[in-house]
Each structure stands twice: as structure tokens, then as C-alpha cells.
């Protein structure tokens, strides 16, 4: 009698993940469209306009761009972080400080020119988004408090207190109760890439996922977190210093995260505004884990979750809800789960003898 | 195969990646008898007994209990038939109480449990087998030979007529290695059949009625106890001749390279591991720190790594005050360690062996160029290690995880000794290690000290003590409370001091 | 403060904790068994859509609640599959749940925002008890499922520390290697744990929706779930604990309600950060005073593989 069992893999299989994200995206469709026929709507015709809203014209394709850039910049501070086994989970309230410190700069030093303001913009973001994830940074590296919990509280806290500067303090005056804040002057926005809105932070995010490759690959901290993600005995052993990886590997995460926020104010909105995200910082997560915390999976995968964005947003004229994405989303990160274990192991015949 | 035989195991194959770990074995064991499966490390005892035990399901062969044929597809079901395993490792839950852990699993009949009556129960079995135990600890609170007889304990309590003891002897001090034989033999009395997994030749002389090696996944040979003696066993047990006698003792030079004072390291639950220790290692010696592990074994070697600091004394390396440094001045300095836990410090799991190759040295400027780590540089030290030390492996790439126990420790201990340390710690270097990858590390080891490094072991095995060490120091409690030449030290004397008594000091 | 408004604000405390304390019950079942659910929020939207979709169209309460009940489960026993039998890992694949119950939730009760229930769902006081002073009325004039609630918290204390069942749950959560041992099947016993959880977690979304507001908002638990997960842990796994962690926040959450409506000039958005910061607080306060003593699960996390060698 012949059975299959399931031996573990020497290296991790390329070809096997690749397989495994690919059948994961389908399946997840297929989920999807189980859902959609059985609201009434066919899943074949909202694929097709999902896809042609987001590939389907140059435009099309620039808008999945954009909305990729803040999924690269938030996926990679996501990656980061989860190399070392950190469960970042705060991304989205990393991205909404430094979407308020960056805003806060152009608001009030809005005089500046474009040389000065942008690199000023881009400073005050990444440090909020590190503040932010300071805090839960310390918490774990000194008292080993669990920082999933302590990262998503702090997402609510940020999102409130966005809500609180846009509804009150920060309100333009002339938008008719909309919480909204007034439009950054012209030194604050990021340059375009011709008639589209595709932004420099495209540019950033690509600069930042090869300095990731070239750092992760070559350089001694590179090597540094890949020990202390393994085994924070084994880096104790080799004299690494855990505490200060884990706070400097949580403070670059949230940075990131909070360039994210930067680069959404500065480069589409040019203001700070309610719901300046939806739901990037979460998406972010799916998009590191089906990248494989590598950075040029994570750039790419991006542009295939940009484009399901995209795509949702354009559906929802026929009378398809946003969740659909959600729901898309969910269900291709736990195929990928369940997928993963064939990338662990691989799958061998062996023959059991009944005597 | 006799039918008065109560456990037969007929040719028994079982394979794991990389390793068929049992070959057509048959194996067979008469009611109420001690039997010794004997072998060395990797044989396949454990996995055979595993077999037994339920554990694994073999990939082809039978088993027959009192004749009859029986398919086990989990613990449970062996257990059904009486058959209960105690590991080297004990399965038990640290925070449960010894009754807890005893009645774990059993009393379906009754789903409300009264933590009273519960201890009663227990307390009343114990007394049966004249076992001396207190019900209502938590086993985090007794030592390890009282933790082996709760894990028999529990066995009784299910009915089991056959117990099968992975290297029983192992974790006790030669004291509770009698009371253990004690029970054994008490519980044979009783009609309960006992198979012992060893490698410990004289155990099996004193307490075994008959005796089965394996060697290298197959039976060898099996006797009755009266048939045999320790060098026919050895013969049995291993292909070439092993000289099992005392190695060339060293000269030392008698320079003073380590010397600890007064020393003083806390452990992790904020009690003193290390509360006085004074000792000295010299260049070209070895000495070997004998004890019941749980001593301060482990904090004083990482104490001397740099890994934890002590809270008084000092460490003076060939005079140096190096108490307050960290773990790469140490280094720096010529300290290096091979620590017990092979592939969760010494080594890190799930990387290659090229990056595990530099752990220690990756940001000295050896292995950079321009500022980045040079793979090629890298890669033919990994290359080098592996040629020296004589490491089985398919390439520098391999994940280390995958490399046999003799393996990781000759790579951790090339990799160790290849940056020519001034002192070299070492600790349990050939814990679980088969006779030919034991040898390989006495070889190194003694090379070293050849070389003149000074060189400090914890070891568990006297015989390792015996065959390894100049000098022998006893730990006990956290303090060093012998300390003599390997010339003057015999079984009993080393014993004694393992279990606390007192002895005059010398050096 | 007015007594009977303070009594008022003990009885709204024992209402806005009750969704929480189903879910936190549930989780804290699931994390003895050895398995960390981070899906709850995602369980609890789910339960909550489907609950008053049911209730909607049927008419009747109890057939949402069933509702719940079954969604939660069948979440509960995705995450269980994934965890157990593949293997994977715990904390992504919550969070696979928690986004996908969000976007399900959200797609199915599109049609149903804003929508009315004609028929609330009815109070049951107590006879006789619901008179005494004080205690009458904060605890015993709720609805039923109130009274389930703490049912479920002293039935679960009983279960764990009382019966043989508990004991073989906390043995797979502290040491599952002893557990498969003596015969015990780890697997089943946390695949039954996981389920159960998301089942309450199910229920407690359902309460939001169905007693608590009662309406569907698209994510209306605002992170409920979330705050369910903080409350097992500084509960330190003692469901006697979890009751009097639920009712602090259900506390903190109609004081900020009541506070709004009494006028006090307190930002409402600083209000609402209130529970978040606070379970920070107190998970930070109770995680370093406590660690030494009753810690987690040693298990908590870990996928248990029998021939792992």
C-alpha cells in the first residue's frame, strides 16, 4: 500500500513557494467568487472589471502603483521586524503618526521650500513612526510583554488621535465640517511622475527595498538579526546584543511604517485627513508575509495587492462592497498558511508493508 | 522465539530521513525479567523501545504481547496492553502536582476531580511499592531521581506489567543509581518485566538478567547475564577494538592560565548558582568538573564565557582581572567556550554552516571587504573547518540542523579551537555522542592540550573524568568541594563528593 | 455622585463587559490548550453579522444566536486546522481570520447597516433577587445571556480545576510531550478548545449586535476582540480573574458614554482611547509584578510535532 507522508525539506523550496503563492491567490478567488455568486453578483464579471480597474489602462495602472507605494514602504518596515520574530502588528498606527508629523511640518513650516520641507517631512515621519513603535519596543526587548497586543492598541490610539486633530484643532476652516485639515502649501508635495499621481515615494520605496537586500545580505548587522531571529541564545553566544537589536529593529520597522504615512500626505492627499489609510497597515502584513519577508517579493507582491485595491474600489459602482478585498486578502494569507507546509516539507511516497 | 516470552518483536525496520535507524531487528524478552538493550549512542535502542512504546509505528515487522500479534498507533494503545516508557527526559508537567501528574489523563469514570482524594490515592499506591513520596509537591519542586520515581509512579498506576527505562541512570548521582536498582529489582520480585535502554556497560553487569546489543540499527547478539562479561559486551557493542583504558596524561607546564577566586555568579530565579568557587586551570592540562548537572555547572562556565556576570570573586586569566568583560574581549582575549546546548547557542539552528562558521568572529575585520561580509572569505574558512575537523557534510550550505550529533560537535569545537585559544571550555562535549564521534573529540581535546591551551571540561560520565582529566574537581551545590589528581580519585571518593560530603582541599 | 446614577453605572458596566468576558472565556480555553487565537476579532464580527442577519430575517433572537454560534465555530475550526494539523503559524494565521471575518462581515451586512431590530431582545430579571438593594439592580435584571456569562466563568473555573477534562487541557497547554504520554490526544483536545473559542467569541460578537447597540456597523467590535486577547493575559489564565478584567472595561466603556452624555468637557476622542491605553497599563503592571508566578501555558504557541526530532 502506498502512502504519502510528508518529510521535512532540507532548504526551503523556491519553486515550492512560488506554487504555493500562486495556488493561494487562486484558491482565495475562488473563496471570493463563492461568496459574490451567492450574493447575486457573477464572480466572473467582477474579476474582469477588478482586473481592467487596476491593469486595464495606463491609468489604471498608474493608480495601482499608487496605492502600492505605501504597501511596499509599510510591508518592508513589517518584514523587518518579523525577521526577528517580532510581531509587528502596529504598522497602521506607525503610518497614521507619521502621516500627523509629517503633516505637522508642512502645516506650520509650510513656507519652506520644496528642497528644505520635503527632507524635513521625510524626517518627521520616520520618527514618529519610530516613537511610536518605541514604546511597545521597549515593553518587550525589557519585560518580554507581548508587543502584538501592545503594537495594535496603540494603532487605535493613533487613529483617535488623528481624529481628534482633524474634527478639532487642525480643521481648515473652510471645509464645511469635514475632518479634514487645510491644503499643504506647493514646497510639501512630492514630485509626480508626469500626469499621473504616481510620487517619488515610489522611488523611496525601491531605494529602501535594495538598501534592505544589500543590508540583510552582506553587512554584519545584516548577519546579526538573521542570528538573533533564529536563537536569541545563539546571538547572546556570539556577544550580539539582543535588547538593543530588538529596540533598534522595532524602531526602524515603525519608521518605515510612518514614511508610509509621510509619503500618503506629501504625495496624494496634500493634506491630513480621516480614513488616511484603509486598512494599509494590516494589509501590509499579508503583503510581507506572501513576499517571504524578502524585499523584492514584498515590492512585487505590493503591486498585486495595490491592484486588488484598486480594483475593489472600482467595483463598488456595481454595488460590491470594499469588503470583498478584506475578504480576498484574509483568505489568500491563510491558503498561503496552510500552503506552507509543503514549502517546510515535501511530499514522499512510502510504501507500508501489512504482513 | 519462546512462546513463554511476553514481549516479542519480530524483524522491526524503521527509517528517518537520512538514517534507517532500526534494520530487521527481532527482539525478545522473557516475564518478569530485567533485560538490558545495550548499545552505543545512535544504535537505535531508543527508537526500537519507542516501537515498543508506541510512540513511532514501525515501517514493516510485528509485535507480539503474551503471544499475541498488537498494532499500536499511539501511546495509548500500548499502554492498553500495559507498556509504559519513562524517557532519559521526563514527560512531565512541571507546574502539576505529583498527583496530578500521576492520575494525568486516567479517571474517566469520574470527570470531578477532588485534588484531596486524588493525593490519598496516590499516597496509598506509593506505600505499596515502598515508594517515598510526597503527593502533593509540584514536581518543579523535587530533585531528579524523585522525579523518575514519580514517572514510574505513573506507570504503576496504569497497570503497566512492562516498563521500559530510557537510560535511567544518567541523570542520578551514583547514590540514587543504587536505590534506583533497588526498586527494579523489587518490582521484577513483583512479576513486572523491565527493559533498561543503556550504554553503561557495569550497569548492566550489576542489574540485568539478560542482555540484547544493537549495533548500528541491527541486533548484534543476546545473552543471559551469566554468559557474558564487560569485554565480550564491548566486542558486541562496537566494530573495531576501542582501547578503553586510561589516554596519554599530559605534562602541564604548570603556568597558571585561569583562576577563579571567591567566584560568586547568580542563577536565573535569583538564588546563587556559583556561591564560592576557587579554582585553577593550568596550560597543557585538563581539568574535568564532576557533578549532578544542576549544580552551578552551567553558570560557571558562562560565568568564565563572559555570558553571565558574577556578583563577587574574580577571574584572572594568566593574571589579567578579566571579571568585568563581556563575551568578545573575552575573545579577544583567547577564552573560548563550547557551551551544552550544541544547536540552540553554540550553534544557530536553521542556518547554514557557513554562517554559522563566523558566529563568533563575523565582525572582526577577517571575513569584510569594502565594509560587507566577503562570502568567498567565509566560505573557504567554512571549507577549511570542514576538512580539518573531519565534518560529514554534503557542502557549506547545509543547514546545520541537519548534521548529526557528532557532527554539529566537531564543527563547534573546530570552530572553537581554531581561533587558538588560551583556554578552552567545554561543556558535556560527548554527551549523546557514538563511540567513534566520542573519539574524535578525546582526540581533539587532547591535541589541545598538547598544544598547551588549558583546557576546563563538565562532564557527566566518570569514565569520560577517567579517561579525559588531569585533575578532577567535584562541584556540589555551587561550590567546588574536591579538588585532586585523576591518580588519586576512584568511584567511590568522586561519588561521595557529587552528593555533598566534605573533603579536605587540595590542588 | 447620585447613587442610583452610580447603580446605573454598575449595571451598564455588567452589559458593555458581557460580549467581552464570552470572548475572553473562550480565548482563555483556547491558550490553555496551548493555542494562541488572534482571530478573535475577525470571530466576534462574524458572529455579530450573523447573528442579526438570522434575527433579521427570522424574527426570533435565538436563531442568530445559533447563527453565531456556528460562524464562530467554523472560524474557530479554520484556525484549528491551520495550526494544528498544518502546522502554521499561529499569530498569521489569527490575523488572516481577523481580516478575513472583517471583510466577510463587512460584505454580508452591507445590506443590513443601519437596519432596526422591530423586536428587542428582552430583559429577564430575576424574581425575588431582582429586588434586592444595590445587587438587584446591577446584576440581576440583564437578559439571559448576561446571566450565561457568568455561568460560563465559574463553569469554566470548575472544568479546568476541577475535573479530569481540565486537566488534560492544561497539560497539552503546559507540556503536551507529557500529555501524548500518557495516551492523551493533544490534537483533539485543542482542536475542541480552538472551536469552543471561537464559538463564544461568536456569541459575544452576537451580544454586540443583538442586545448590546442593537445594530450592524461594519467592524463595530472596535476591538473588542483585541482587548479580549489583553484580558486573558493579565487574567493570568484564571477565568475567576477574566470576569473582574471584562467589567473593567465594560466600566471604563459606560463611563465614557455616560460622561459624554452628562456634558463633561472631556474630548470624547480622548474618552475612547481610554480602553486601549488602559490595557497597556495593565497588561504592562501585571506581566512584570507576575511573571515569576503564574506565567502562561508553558506550551502557549508552539506546535506540538510528535516525531520532531
Redesign the interface.
Given at each position: 500500500m502506498l502512502k504519502i507522508r510528508l518529510v521535512k525539506r532540507e532548504n526551503e523550496s523556491l519553486a515550492a513557494g512560488i506554487v504555493v503563492a500562486a495556488v493561494s491567490v487562486l484558491l482565495a478567488f475562488v473563496v471570493g467568487g463563492i461568496f459574490l455568486t451567492l450574493s447575486g453578483f457573477s464572480a466572473l464579471d467582477t474579476y474582469i472589471q477588478m482586473f481592467e480597474g487596476a491593469f486595464g489602462s495606463s491609468y489604471a495602472l498608474s493608480e495601482t502603483l499608487v496605492k502600492a507605494i505605501p504597501l511596499m514602504l509599510a510591508g518592508l518596515g513589517v518584514s523587518l521586524a518579523f525577521r526577528m520574530k517580532l510581531w509587528n502588528i502596529g504598522a497602521e498606527g506607525q503610518l497614521y503618526m507619521g502621516a500627523f508629523a509629517a503633516s505637522g511640518v508642512a502645516l506650520f513650516l509650510g513656507q519652506l521650500s520644496a528642497p528644505v520641507l520635503i527632507p524635513l517631512m521625510l524626517a518627521a515621519g520616520f520618527a514618529a513612526g519610530a516613537v511610536w513603535a518605541l514604546i511597545p519596543a521597549a515593553l518587550r526587548a525589557y519585560w518580554q510583554i507581548n508587543e502584538t497586543i501592545t503594537t495594535l492598541m496603540l494603532n487605535y490610539v493613533a487613529i483617535i488621535w488623528v481624529d481628534y486633530l482633524v474634527y478639532g484643532p487642525w480643521k481648515d476652516p473652510n471645509s464645511l465640517g469635514f475632518p479634514l485639515t487645510p491644503r499643504f502649501a506647493s514646497g510639501a508635495y512630492l514630485p509626480v511622475l508626469g500626469e499621473t499621481r504616481v510620487h517619488a515615494g515610489l522611488i523611496l520605496a525601491i531605494i529602501i527595498a535594495l538598501i534592505f537586500y544589500v543590508v540583510l545580505k552582506y553587512s554584519r548587522w545584516g548577519y546579526e538579526l538573521r542570528v538573533a531571529g533564529e536563537s536569541q541564545e545563539a546571538a547572546r553566544y556570539a556577544g550580539i546584543n539582543v535588547i538593543k537589536n530588538i529596540i533598534l529593529v522595532m524602531l526602524i520597522s515603525g519608521g518605515i511604517a510612518g514614511l508610509a504615512g509621510m509619503i500618503e500626505v506629501s504625495g496624494i492627499t496634500h493634506r491630513l485627513q480621516h480614513g488616511i489609510s484603509p486598512g494599509y497597515g494590516y494589509t501590509a502584513i499579508i503583503v510581507a508575509w506572501l513576499g517571504r519577508l524578502h524585499p523584492v517579493g514584498i515590492v512585487l507582491v505590493a503591486v498585486l495587492f495595490g491592484a486588488l485595491l484598486v480594483g475593489g474600489f472600482g467595483v463598488q459602482t456595481a454595488g460590491i462592497p470594499f469588503s470583498i478585498v478584506l475578504m480576498l486578502q484574509g483568505a489568500v494569507l491563510f491558503f498561503l498558511l496552510a500552503g506552507e507546509i509543503f514549502m517546510q516539507r515535501r511530499p514522499v511516497l512510502v510504501r507500508k508493508e501489512d504482513k | 522465539m519462546n512462546s513463554e516470552q511476553i514481549i516479542e518483536m519480530n524483524n522491526i525496520s524503521k527509517y528517518f530521513p537520512g538514517v534507517m535507524a532500526n534494520q530487521d531487528i527481532s527482539f525478545g524478552v522473557g516475564r518478569g525479567e530485567i533485560h538490558a538493550l545495550l548499545g552505543e549512542n545512535g544504535a537505535g535502542k531508543s527508537t526500537l523501545m519507542s516501537i515498543l512504546a508506541g510512540l513511532y509505528r514501525p515501517d514493516t515487522g510485528i509485535i507480539k504481547i503474551d503471544g499475541q500479534p498488537v498494532k499500536f498507533n499511539s501511546p495509548r494503545d500500548a499502554l492498553g496492553c500495559g507498556i509504559g516508557m519513562i524517557y532519559q527526559h521526563f514527560r512531565l508537567v512541571d507546574n502539576f502536582t505529583v498527583a496530578q501528574n500521576i492520575i494525568l489523563g486516567t479517571a474517566s469514570e469520574h470527570i470531578h476531580l477532588n485534588p484531596a482524594r486524588a493525593e490519598k490515592t496516590v499516597a496509598e499506591m506509593a506505600g505499596r511499592y515502598g515508594f517515598d513520596i510526597n503527593p502533593s509537591l509540584r514536581v518543579n519542586q523535587l530533585s531528579i531521581g524523585e522525579r523518575q520515581r514519580v514517572e514510574i509512579l505513573k506507570m504503576l498506576y496504569r497497570g503497566c506489567n512492562i516498563l521500559i527505562m530510557d537510560e535511567p541512570t544518567t541523570v542520578l548521582t551514583p547514590q540514587e543509581v543504587k536505590d534506583l536498582f533497588g526498586v527494579l529489582r523489587r518490582m521484577a520480585e513483583q512479576g513486572k518485566t523491565i527493559i533498561v535502554i543503556t550504554h553503561k556497560l557495569n550497569e548492566v553487569m550489576e542489574i540485568a538478567d539478560r542482555v540484547t546489543v544493537l549495533r548500528k540499527g541491527q541486533v548484534v547478539g543476546g545473552d543471559s547475564i551469566k554468559n557474558v562479561d564487560e569485554n565480550i559486551l564491548t566486542r558486541m557493542m562496537v566494530e573495531h577494538e576501542v582501547v578503553y583504558q586510561r589516554l596519554e596524561r599530559g605534562g602541564s607546564t604548570g603556568q597558571t592560565v585561569l583562576k577563579l577566586s571567591h567566584l560568586q555568579v547568580p542563577g536565573d530565579q535569583g538564588y546563587m548558582a556559583v556561591r564560592d568557587v576557587n579554582l585553577t586551570v593550568n596550560a597543557g592540562e585538563i581539568v574535568g568538573i564532576a557533578g549532578v548537572a544542576g549544580n552551578g555547572q552551567r553558570e560557571l562556565v558562562e560565568a568564565i564565557a563572559g555570558l553571565r556576570n558574577p556578583s563577587g570573586g574574580t577571574i584572572l586569566l594568566e593574571g589579567e582581572d578579566i571579571t568585568r568583560l563581556n563575551v568578545r574581549q573575552r575573545l579577544k582575549h583567547g577564552i573560548n567556550m563550547v557551551p551544552e546546548d550544541r544547536i540552540g547557542m553554540g550553534l544557530v539552528p536553521n542556518l547554514n554552516i557557513m554562517d554559522n562558521s563566523i558566529l563568533r568572529s563575523y565582525y572582526t575585520g577577517e571575513f569584510i571587504s569594502r565594509g560587507l561580509l566577503d562570502y568567498k572569505k567565509i566560505g573557504r574558512y567554512a571549507e577549511g573547518l570542514i576538512k580539518d575537523f573531519n565534518i560529514f557534510a554534503p557542502n557549506i550550505n547545509h543547514p546545520v540542523n541537519f548534521l548529526s550529533g557528532g557532527n554539529l560537535q566537531k564543527l563547534l569545537l573546530g570552530r572553537e579551537i581554531s581561533q587558538k585559544p588560551r583556554l578552552l571550555v567545554a561543556s558535556y562535549p560527548v554527551r549523546g555522542l557514538d563511540i567513534a564521534a566520542s573519539e574524535a573529540v578525546y582526540k581533539l581535546l587532547l591535541e589541545e592540550r598538547d598544544k598547551g591551551t588549558a583546557i576546563l571540561l563538565v562532564l557527566e560520565d566518570l569514565d569520560d573524568i577517567f579517561r579525559l582529566a588531569d585533575r578532577v574537581a567535584v562541584m556540589y551545590d555551587g561550590r567546588i568541594n574536591g579538588v585532586m589528581p585523576v591518580e588519586e580519585a576512584d568511584t567511590d571518593k568522586i561519588g561521595a563528593l557529587m552528593l555533598g560530603a566534605q573533603e579536605m582541599r587540595g590542588h | 455622585m447620585d447613587l442610583s446614577i452610580f447603580i446605573a453605572l454598575l449595571a451598564a458596566t455588567v452589559v458593555a463587559g458581557t460580549p467581552i468576558l464570552f470572548a475572553a472565556i473562550g480565548e482563555l480555553l483556547t491558550e490553555r490548550s496551548g493555542i494562541l487565537n488572534?482571530g478573535v476579532e475577525?470571530m466576534m464580527l462574524v458572529g455579530a453579522v450573523l447573528g442579526f442577519i438570522f434575527t433579521i430575517n427570522t424574527g426570533n433572537h435565538w436563531y442568530g444566536f445559533a447563527a453565531a454560534l456556528v460562524g464562530g465555530g467554523m472560524m474557530g475550526a479554520?484556525h484549528a486546522?491551520?495550526t494544528i494539523t498544518?502546522?502554521?503559524?499561529q499569530?498569521?494565521?489569527g490575523?488572516?481570520?481577523?481580516?478575513?471575518?472583517?471583510?466577510?462581515?463587512?460584505?454580508?451586512g452591507?445590506a443590513y447597516q443601519g437596519v432596526p431590530i422591530v423586536d428587542p431582545f428582552k430583559h429577564a430579571p430575576v424574581p425575588l433577587l431582582k429586588d434586592i438593594p444595590v445587587l438587584g439592580p446591577v446584576l440581576f435584571r440583564h437578559d439571559v445571556l448576561v446571566y450565561l456569562s457568568i455561568v460560563l466563568v465559574i463553569l469554566m473555573w470548575y472544568v479546568l480545576y476541577?475535573?479530569?477534562?481540565?486537566?488534560?487541557i492544561?497539560?497539552a497547554g503546559?507540556?503536551p510531550?507529557?500529555?501524548?504520554?500518557?495516551?492523551?490526544?493533544v490534537a483533539r483536545v485543542r482542536y475542541i478548545c480552538t472551536i469552543m473559542g471561537g464559538v463564544l467569541a461568536g456569541l459575544g460578537g452576537a451580544y454586540l449586535s443583538l442586545a448590546y447597540a442593537p445594530s450592524w456597523q461594519?467592524d463595530m467590535t472596535?476591538?473588542r476582540g483585541?482587548i479580549a486577547?489583553?484580558l486573558v493575559?493579565f487574567a493570568l489564565w484564571n477565568p475567576l480573574r477574566g470576569l473582574v478584567g471584562a467589567y473593567l472595561f465594560g466600566g471604563v466603556e459606560a463611563m465614557t458614554f455616560r460622561m459624554q452624555a452628562a456634558g463633561i468637557k472631556i474630548?470624547p476622542?480622548?474618552l475612547?482611547?481610554l480602553p486601549?491605553?488602559l490595557?497597556?497599563l495593565v497588561?504592562?503592571i501585571v506581566?512584570?509584578r507576575l511573571?515569576?508566578e503564574a506565567g502562561a501555558p508553558?506550551a502557549l504557541g508552539v506546535p506540538y510535532d510528535?516525531?520532531e526530532?
Open positions: - | - | 488572534l475577525g479554520i486546522f491551520i498544518l502546522r502554521g503559524n499569530v498569521v494565521s490575523l488572516a481570520l481577523t481580516i478575513f471575518g472583517s471583510g466577510v462581515s463587512g460584505f454580508m452591507k476541577r475535573t479530569s477534562w481540565g486537566l488534560s492544561r497539560s503546559e507540556n510531550a507529557a500529555a501524548d504520554a500518557v495516551g492523551i490526544n461594519e472596535a476591538g483585541w486577547v489583553a493575559i474630548s476622542f480622548f475612547s482611547m486601549y491605553i490595557t497597556i497588561l504592562t506581566t512584570i511573571r515569576q508553558a510528535r516525531e526530532r
